[in-house]
């Protein structure tokens, strides 16, 4: 930083030599830049765009096993509920009868 001060502070001609590069040069500068970058971008965004599509999907998998064990708990805590009843009235027959 401190270069570049100095070269705006010492000298009007190189400060002039340099602005007017930067004015002739910067369009061709950028456009080249461009040309290089964009490529770059368009492959970083690409790979951004499959990597969400692939974690997405091993989320919605993950979330789909989820579902399906608590599921797949609830109906055998609902099959042993109705089951405890029956037995216990099973059970309190036999006492009676015996």
């Known amino acids: 930083m401190a270069l570049i001060e100095d070269v705006f502070k010492g000298n009007l001609a190189a400060g002039l030599a340099i602005g007017v590069g930067a004015l002739i040069f910067g369009p061709t500068v950028i ?23 692939e974690t997405l999907s091993e989320i919605g998998e993950m979330a789909t096993d ?9 109906d055998q805590e609902a099959s042993s509920n109705r089951q405890a ?5 099973a059970a309190q027959e036999h006492h009676a009868t015996a």
Do not use: H, N
């Open 31 to 53: 456009q080249t830049m461009g040309s290089i970058l964009r490529p770059t971008a368009k492959t970083l965004i690409k790979g951004s765009m499959v990597f969400y599509r």
């Open 66 to 74: 989820l579902v399906a064990e608590a599921r797949a708990e609830l």
């Open 85 to 89: 009843p029956a037995k216990m009235e």
